[in-house]
C-alpha cells in the first residue's frame, strides 16, 4: 500500500522550483485523512483556501457530506468519500477515487487515529494494541501527538511515538524521489476527540501551569501549519517534528 501510494505522488518539493507565490497550492491534489472534523478537516480548509483541490474521507458518509458542504461554502474544491484508514480496500478506494477524479495526488496528510484505552498502561490489553495498530496508514505528513506522553494514554503515546521514527526513517528514502515527509505534533486542541480534556477544568488548569500561551490551541492553528508544510515555503524542510503547542516544554 504504501509503495503504490508514493509511486502516485507527484513530486518537485526537494527540487527547489519556486513559483511567484511560495504560500500558494494552486493546481495541486491533496489527500487528508479522518478530514469531516476537528484537525483534519481544519487542514483541508486550510490547503482548499490556497488553491489545493482536497479530498476529504472519514468512515460515515454523513460526516462526509457534511465536510463536504461547508467546504463548498467556502469556494474550496472539494471531493470526498468514506474511508476507514484501518480498512485496506478503503485506503485503497480513496487513492483510487482521487487518481480517477484528479490524475495525480501532490500532498497526502495522514491524520487518523484512535485512542481505545483510559488507563494505567500495564493493565492494556493486547486488543488495545492491535487497535492502536502501530501500522503506517498513508505518512508524508503525519498528525502526531501528543509531544510528551500523557498519563493514563500509554498506548496511543506509543503509537504516536512511532510516527516520529517513521518520519525520521522514511525521510531519506523517499528524497530520493522528490517527497518531504515531515510531522505535526500538536497539543490540547479543541476538538470532540480530546473533549474528554479540555471539558475537565481540573485537567485544564493543570495543563495550562505548562502552557506560555495559557489556553487551549484551536484546531485552524494546527491546519496552517499543515498547509505551510506543504507548500514550496517549506521546500526545504523534511524529516522534521513541528510542535504546536502554546508553548508546552516538551522533549521529542
Ligand atoms: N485534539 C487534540 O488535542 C490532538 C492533539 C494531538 C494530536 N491529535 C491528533 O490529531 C488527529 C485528529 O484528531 P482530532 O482531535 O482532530 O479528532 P476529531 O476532531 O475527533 O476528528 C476525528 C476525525 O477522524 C475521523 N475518523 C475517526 N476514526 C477514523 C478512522 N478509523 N478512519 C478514518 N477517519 C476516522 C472522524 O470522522 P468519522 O467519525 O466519520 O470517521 C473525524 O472526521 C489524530 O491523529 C489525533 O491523535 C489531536
Request: include cysteine; hydrophobic fraction near 40%; proline fraction near 4%.
Amino acid at each position: 500500500m504504501l509503495r503504490s501510494v508514493f509511486r502516485c505522488l507527484r513530486t518537485n518539493s526537494v527540487a527547489g522550483q519556486r513559483s511567484m507565490s511560495q504560500s500558494s497550492l494552486a493546481g495541486k491534489v491533496a489527500i487528508i485523512t479522518a478530514s469531516t472534523d476537528g484537525i483534519g478537516l481544519a487542514a483541508a480548509q486550510a490547503l482548499g483556501k490556497r488553491g489545493a483541490h482536497v479530498v476529504v474521507s472519514s468512515r460515515r458518509q454523513a460526516n462526509v457530506d457534511q465536510a463536504v458542504a461547508l467546504l463548498q461554502s467556502q469556494k474550496i474544491q472539494v471531493t470526498g468519500t468514506t474511508c476507514n484508514v484501518g480498512k485496506g480496500e478503503d485506503r485503497e478506494k480513496l487513492v483510487r477515487t482521487t487518481l480517477g477524479q484528479y490524475g495525480g495526488i501532490d500532498i497526502l496528510v495522514s491524520n487518523a487515529a484512535v485512542n481505545p484505552f483510559f488507563g494505567n498502561i500495564m493493565d492494556s490489553t493486547e486488543e488495545v494494541w492491535d487497535k492502536v495498530h502501530i501500522k503506517p496508514a498513508n505518512p508524508t505528513l503525519h498528525v502526531a501527538s501528543p509531544p510528551r506522553s500523557l498519563q493514563a494514554l500509554g498506548p496511543y503515546s506509543v503509537s504516536k511515538t512511532a510516527l516520529l521514527g517513521l518520519t525520521q526513517a522514511l525521510t531519506p528514502e523517499l528524497a530520493q524521489s522528490n517527497i518531504r515527509v515531515n510531522c505535526v505534533a500538536p497539543g490540547i486542541i479543541r476538538t470532540r476527540f480530546s473533549s474528554a480534556l479540555w471539558q475537565n477544568e481540573g485537567i485544564v488548569e493543570e495543563f495550562k501551569k505548562q502552557l506560555s500561551i495559557k489556553r487551549i490551541g484551536e484546531p485552524e492553528e494546527v491546519g496552517g501549519v499543515i498547509a505551510f508544510l506543504c507548500s514550496e515555503e517549506a521546500s526545504y524542510i523534511t524529516g522534521e517534528t513541528i510542535t504546536v503547542t502554546g508553548g508546552m516544554a516538551c522533549r521529542l
